[in-house]
């Protein structure tokens, strides 16, 4: 038999609590994480040549093109025998979206819901900067960080209201601790 796939988004501005959230998810309802942003970061880090000239793009807080970040994440969801993914970080505009959404049509596999962590923007920076004393993220400097809430804002921002209108979207206050709002995730899509 065909294996339908089904996909959960996890979407939310830098600082919200997204990679944490969607590995928490992924690990229990048994689906895989992808993080578009750990993938491209770990490709870089193994020297790979698309990822280190993919860095030039999100090294000072930029965008990979569109193209690119497509083909790299359609490339996981087929290699991989999930039966379901925890996404993070894609898609991250409308344009992905898009494409993302007629490549899941005809494969027949379903986006089962989005999951948005609200939170406010001074308390993104204030988590970011705490993280980035630990992870120490190429992209972390004050104007990357600022060039990528900024585009968060303009690019990714008003897909919440397209999942809207879909219908799958779950809006959780991620304000709050870690473990609470995995439990919150966890009500609002029934499991
Ligand atoms: P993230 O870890 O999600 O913050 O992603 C880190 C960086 O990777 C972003 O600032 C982008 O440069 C790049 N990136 C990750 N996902 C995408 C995507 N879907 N489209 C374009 N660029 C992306």
Not at 98 to 107: G, I
Request: hydrophobic share 35%; glycine share 8%.
């Amino acid at each position: 038999m065909m294996n339908r796939k089904s996909f959960i988004i996890i979407m939310g501005p830098q600082g919200s609590g997204k990679s944490t959230q969607a590995s928490l998810l992924a690990d229990y309802i048994g689906y895989k994480f992808i993080s578009s942003g750990k993938y491209l970061r770990k490709l870089e880090g193994e020297g790979d040549p698309i990822g280190v000239k993919l860095s030039e793009y999100w090294k000072d807080g930029g965008l990979v093109p569109d193209e690119l970040i497509n083909e790299i994440m359609f490339s996981l969801f087929e290699k991989d025998v999930s039966n379901g993914f925890v996404i993070d970080g894609f898609p991250r505009n409308h344009s992905q979206l898009k494409v993302f959404l007629s490549y899941l049509n005809v494969n027949d596999w379903v986006l089962r819901a989005v999951v948005y962590l609200y939170v406010s923007e001074e308390e993104c920076l204030k988590r970011i900067e705490s993280r980035s004393k630990i992870e120490m993220r190429l992209d972390e400097s004050p104007d990357s960080v600022k060039k990528r809430l900024s585009l968060y804002h303009l690019e990714t921002e008003p897909l919440i209201a397209e999942y809207n209108s879909r219908g799958i979207l779950k809006k959780i206050n991620a304000e709050q601790s870690i473990k609470n709002i995995q439990s919150d995730i966890h009500s609002a899509l029934g499991i």
